[in-house]
T-cell receptor, first 111, second 112 residues
Framework: RKEVEQDPGPFNVPEGATVAFNCTYSNSASQSFFWYRQDCRKEPKLLMSVYSSGNEDGRFTAQLNRASQYISLLIRDSKLSDSATYLC????????????FGSGTKLNVKP | DGGITQSPKYLFRKEGQNVTLSCEQNLNHDAMYWYRQDPGQGLRLIYYSQIVNDFQKGDIAEGYSVSREKKESFPLTVTSAQKNPTAFYLCASYRGPRYGYTFGSGTRLTVV
């Protein structure tokens, strides 16, 4: 079983739409959670960390549900520039900081 | 500006040839990582290093080797033992529990 699972998509949405991605993780010892954004043929870049109480950054809202072991990302008022692959990342601190990456959810925002 | 520099951006390898991918950081981060990304797949950990002169195998270390002689540098060698090396290789350093990783811009390796 993969440590982190995401729906690969693609999610095809019109500009202005609200879209939500979910991600599940298997290790209950996971301690830190992140959403990264990866543009085509580029490196992943941190979009936002995910905190237990949930957090918002502009049009982006992240939620964490430890009991059900899932993380969500909500994007409101989608822009064409939001088109990318969104990676769910989980940090499990054993004897070092190891990060597990989901395979990503692809978002296409259409005019 | 601080960051991670990977070179080259594109690399072509002939069958049976060893190649080395460069990763340099000026962020003063202790921990560095090498990941491989294949199309449609998540990142997979090849090697990591927590401090100078120490490194550990990740999940897919076979056919790869690394060194960590300086804090700033963590080169990856793809050896001829790696049978399917064509992939996108990403080097990262650890920023802390709040910010996760910083990535370099990657090296795209193709076997010709």
């Amino acid at each position: 079983r993969k440590e982190v699972e995401q729906d690969p998509g693609p999610f095809n949405v019109p500009e202005g739409a609200t879209v939500a991605f979910n991600c599940t993780y298997s290790n209950s010892a996971s301690q830190s959670f992140f959403w990264y954004r990866q543009d085509c043929r580029k490196e992943p870049k941190l979009l936002m960390s995910v905190y237990s109480s949930g957090n918002e950054d502009g049009r982006f809202t992240a939620q964490l549900n430890r009991a059900s072991q899932y993380i969500s990302l909500l994007i409101r008022d989608s822009k064409l520039s939001d088109s990318a692959t969104y990676l769910c990342v989980v940090n499990i601190r054993d004897n070092f900081n190891k990060f597990y990456f989901g395979s990503g959810t692809k978002l296409n925002v259409k005019p | 500006d601080g960051g991670i520099t990977q070179s080259p951006k594109y690399l072509f390898r002939k069958e049976g040839q060893n190649v080395t991918l460069s990763c340099e950081q000026n962020l003063n981060h202790d921990a560095m990582y090498w990941y491989r990304q294949d199309p449609g797949q998540g990142l997979r950990l090849i090697y990591y290093s927590q401090i100078v002169n120490d490194f550990q195998k990740g999940d897919i270390a076979e056919g790869y080797s690394v060194s960590r002689e300086k804090k700033e540098s963590f080169p990856l060698t793809v050896t001829s033992a790696q049978k399917n090396p064509t992939a996108f290789y990403l080097c990262a350093s650890y920023r802390g529990p709040r910010y996760g990783y910083t990535f370099g811009s990657g090296t795209r390796l193709t076997v010709v």
